[in-house]
């Protein structure tokens, strides 16, 4: 029989060790990734037919990799395995185009059980989350997170900023100028309303944008 391929991405290599173990007699696992940019430029050669992943990794978070994913490869599904337990995160993660939103603490169980509703093309959403998830969006007291008004690229560069790189680093690693990311910036702060660039880190890590 053949197997489903899946990608594997968290920052913490003895998790991604231990999930590639559990999974390997069921799944063929194509590959291990701690950063969200390597992520996005492997799942482009490999074409997984699954990318479980984290949310919070370094120089690209997993939200914004899997969005990125879902606009190139829409085939790929996306199952996220993290500790955010964020109703509000959830919710973007879902509309992003997730297939599964698990917890780590959730049964290996779980995890296989998920994997197969999604193999099936059904979305999993852990119960521990999905009872407060639905309350809250259902009373409307759920809002949109504040990053949602940023491009995409805006985003990255608000990710890699909160993370502490340079100008120069940022434009090295999106292979822009370092004039360009100073522009993003800039329109960041002006559609925001933030006065200072600590007021952007700030959100960055409000917002769940940075590796935990």
Do not use: C, W
């Amino acid at each position: 029989m053949l197997l489903h391929r899946i990608l594997l991405a968290d920052d913490h290599a003895l998790l991604l060790d231990a999930f590639s173990k559990l999974l390997e007699p069921d799944f063929t696992v194509v590959g291990k990734l701690q950063n969200g940019r390597s992520v996005l430029h492997e799942a482009r050669k490999l074409r997984p037919d699954i990318i479980l992943l984290d949310m919070h990794m370094p120089l690209l978070n997993g939200l914004e990799a899997g969005r990125q994913i879902k606009k190139l490869m829409p085939e790929i599904q996306l199952v996220y395995l993290t500790v955010d337990e964020d109703p509000e995160l959830v919710n973007e993660a879902i509309q992003a185009g997730a297939s599964g939103y698990l917890i780590k603490n959730s049964a290996a169980s779980e995890l296989f059980h998920a994997l197969r509703e999604v193999v099936q093309g059904r979305v999993y959403i852990t119960p521990l989350l999905k009872q407060a998830m639905e309350k809250k969006f259902v009373q409307g007291t759920g809002k949109r997170l504040m990053t949602q008004k940023l491009t995409s690229r805006q985003r990255e560069v608000l990710q890699l900023l909160g993370e502490g790189h340079s100008m120069k680093q940022i434009g090295s690693i999106l292979h822009v100028t370092p004039r360009t990311v100073a522009f993003h910036k800039y329109r960041m702060m002006e559609d925001l309303r933030m006065k200072s660039g600590a007021e952007l880190i700030h959100l960055a890590m409000q917002e769940g944008l940075l590796a935990k």
